[in-house]
């Protein structure tokens, strides 16, 4: 289903620059993930190694979950596929990895302001996700190429099929006689 808000347009902004304008979103926001998706996609193991320090039952499981999530998402991101499940899939992978990788409530210091930097630009992330959720891909996306199509495509009746000529009646025999007995 479509968000009511990705259809209908500001009155102040043209449309061509409303639909650039989220295109260039989804783009910025994949590429907060993407490259780190792939870069630990070719290491799973240095990354649950990691997940393993902060003490998380099944670091392999939630590795390999995780940059499932962080390399697929931002692909399905940039395509504008389904908006609402991908942007808060997206939305809670940045929280969780907010908490989980940035406790700066652990340290003190100039780590403690680092971490808490980094924390809350994967708060913002998720902020940013939970948007595109709500306002959709915009017409230059998946969804708004099939919107489009099913919009210029007006559902036609279906073509009737032409009934056959019908076959002229046949005479009526008489009944409780059959044809041999009626000849004879």
Not at 56 to 76: C, E, I, R
Not at 94 to 102: D, F, T, Y
Not at 147 to 159: C, G, K, T, V
Request: glycine residues 10%.
């Amino acid at each position: 289903m479509v968000c009511s808000q990705s259809i209908k347009r500001s009155p102040d902004v043209p449309g061509r620059i409303h639909d650039g304008t989220l295109l260039l979103a989804r783009l910025l926001l994949a590429a907060a993930l993407l490259p780190t998706g792939i870069a630990r996609a070719l290491n799973v193991a240095g990354f649950a190694l990691t997940l393993a320090g902060t003490g998380l039952p099944s670091p392999n499981l939630v590795a390999t979950f995780a940059v499932v999530v962080q390399v697929f998402g931002p692909l399905a991101l940039i395509v504008g596929v389904l908006p609402r499940v991908t942007g808060g899939a997206l939305a809670a992978f940045a929280l969780a990895m907010a908490v989980l990788l940035h406790p700066f409530w652990l340290f003190s210091g100039p780590t403690a302001i680092a971490e808490r930097t980094l924390l809350l630009a994967d708060l913002g992330l998720a902020g940013g996700f939970l948007l595109y959720a709500l306002t959709g891909p915009g017409a230059w996306s998946w969804q708004g190429w099939r919107m489009s199509r099913a919009i210029q495509a007006p559902s036609r009746p279906a073509p009737q099929k032409a009934a056959a000529p019908k076959a002229p009646a046949r005479p009526k025999r008489p009944a409780g006689r059959s044809p041999a007995r009626a000849a004879a």
